[in-house]
């Protein structure tokens, strides 16, 4: 009887042993099933984050964050914040407050790469070795242009784990908080030279360089596509200089005041770039398949915002602003007075919630830095036409615009 109890009473703490390591297992399991659910590992060393958007951002190294360690998985897309006559902008943005608190405020695409990066906690670089070897690009065009250029530049070192390096006179260094290294610092040989074949098309074969040789990219390379793994990182380096995003909030507030304080309830900033000039004016170039909508499509995409929106603001930027103020009516427009750089415009235009573009690289990148909604003409380039010919409409579009005839 004893021996029987004893045996019965080692069967019972048996069982419960087993029944704990059970359960154990069954929350391992779970644990890293959630895991797997919200990375993806694509064959590769490097882990990526996937956003709402589908696209996924791969971590750069040390080169562009600053750090002593490469990749550390902090990514912060940060714009200087301000204040001026309480007046809400975009670009006001507490990002040391939990992401729980700032959501509705910061795009789902970025409240989602911040949790999943605190949530990994991982040095998620610390399987591709450090990068060794150089890439550089042959800047041409105006600022929309080079925008896309630098952008493609960063996606494409990110992706061959190679360093960017650019001019110290480049045009960028004087807008924008950039930390790439300078072509000065570096005096190295350029073994390999790639170039484009069209210069509004995503071609992969730029994505597969390799990381043992230094690389001299040449052409346009105006799409998305590029930089789309690298984007959480590339908004921090187009972080505007002090003095630009001091007087870009000086001349947003300036501009919406009036009508922002008599409006009842949240107001809704909506950027407008009309880019007219030479698309009109030039026979040559209106020939080759450049296009400006009319005010029309202004008008329909107007309404689309004010349909969608309450207490919308629309802040207008043209080359042709006198045309802008004769046709386009409404006690909720306010205007961009002509005679700003470039860059001003750009930085007082993103401090908007949302984009109504017409056509171009500038009015482009005016959109990607907003990051809202964005409201692209559909007839550019002219079908048929050889501009139509070099450009490849998905790869220079982001899916989530929406577009209007």
Known sequence: MRRGKRHSGFLTSTRCLLLGLTLVVTVIIIH???????????????????????????????????????????????KAPHKSNEIPS?????????????????????????????????????????????????????????????ASLFGIADKNNLIPVISQNNELRKIFKLTTKTTESTHVHYGKQYVEKIGCAFEPAAMNLGPKTNVKLDGYYQSFKYFQESESLLRSQFTFKDNIQKRAA??????????????????????VHVRRGDFIHSKHISSYGYVSPGLDYLQK???????????????????DLAWCKENMKGDDLVFVNSGNSREMDVAVMSQCNHMLMTVGSFGW?????????????????????????QIVLEDYRPPHWIGLP
Request: positive net charge; proline residues 5%.
């Open 301 to 319: 995409g107007m309404d689309m915002f004010r349909k969608n929106h309450t207490n919308c603001i629309f802040v207008v930027a043209s080359d």
């Open 90 to 150: 975009k670009l006001y943005r507490d990002q040391e407050k939990h992401p729980e608190e700032i959501k509705g405020k910061v795009p789902n695409a970025l409240v989602t790469s911040l949790n999943i990066t605190k949530q990994i906690g991982l040095n998620t670089a610390a399987k591709r070795p450090p990068p060794t070897h150089y890439i550089t690009i042959n800047f041409k065009g105006r600022l929309g242009n080079i925008l896309f250029q630098y």
């Open 250 to 271: 000086e001349i947003f507030s300036e501009l919406v005041a009036e009508k922002s304080k008599t409006a009842k309830g949240p107001v809704t900033y909506i950027a």
């Open 32 to 78: 890293l099933t959630r895991l797997g659910g919200v990375t993806d590992q694509s064959g590769t060393n490097n882990v990526r984050f996937i956003d709402t958007y589908g696209s996924s951002h791969g971590l750069m190294s040390k080169f562009f964050s600053g750090d002593k360690q490469y990749g550390k998985g902090d990514i912060v897309y940060e």
């Open 365 to 389: 990148w005016t959109a990607w830095m907003i990051n809202g909604q964005t409201i692209y003409y559909t007839g550019y380039p002219r079908p048929g036409s050889e501009l139509a010919k």
